[in-house]
């Protein structure tokens, strides 16, 4: 009687457990925007604007950000946030993050780049949101982001 007893409440603390650590998807970010914002010595700031869109029925609060962004397969920039806010469970929201770059960066870059003609460029990005709840959750994404746009500051 006390063996079946015990066993009960082994499974139910087991059903209980599995049902905390339920399995989520990451997010998924978007670079959506880029605006320069006042520099300092020999880096340049930016702001990024990240779409952050939650695939889960459960809503993701968060109370910081973390972002690294390589362009062209080369480190380029990253930045942190304390910002916070709750991405809603099916929706989205914008998030902006200042990002530092090294002019010795941007000059290694644009070195890469001379004599190219292209108008688009890769980026790959990847970074966590620190949430009070499910800890860190953590991202990666990659896109093209066109030169035109980055100039106009959009």
Do not use: W
């Not at 998807?25 to 670079?31: E, F, S, Y």
């Not at 320069?36 to 950000?65: C, F, H, W």
């Not at 688009?120 to 746009?149: C, D, H, W």
Request: charged share 15%; net charge negative.
């Amino acid at each position: 009687m006390v063996r079946s007893l015990v066993l009960t409440a082994v499974a139910a603390l087991v059903l209980a457990g599995c049902a905390i650590f339920q399995h989520t998807d990451p997010p998924q970010v978007t670079l959506v925007g880029v605006e320069p914002v006042a520099s300092e010595g020999l880096e340049a700031r930016m702001q990024l604007k990240l779409r952050v869109q939650n695939p889960n029925s459960t809503a993701i609060d968060y109370s910081g950000v973390y972002v690294e962004l390589d362009l062209q397969g080369k480190s380029f920039a990253s930045g942190v946030s304390n910002e916070s806010g709750t991405v809603p469970s099916f929706g989205e929201t914008l998030i902006g993050v200042p990002v530092s770059v090294s002019m010795l960066g941007i000059a290694s870059h644009a070195m890469g780049m001379l004599g190219s003609s292209m108008d688009k460029i890769k980026y790959e990005m990847q970074g966590k949101l620190n949430s009070p709840t499910l800890g860190a959750v953590r991202f990666k994404s990659q896109g093209e982001v066109s030169l035109s746009s980055l100039m106009s500051g959009g």
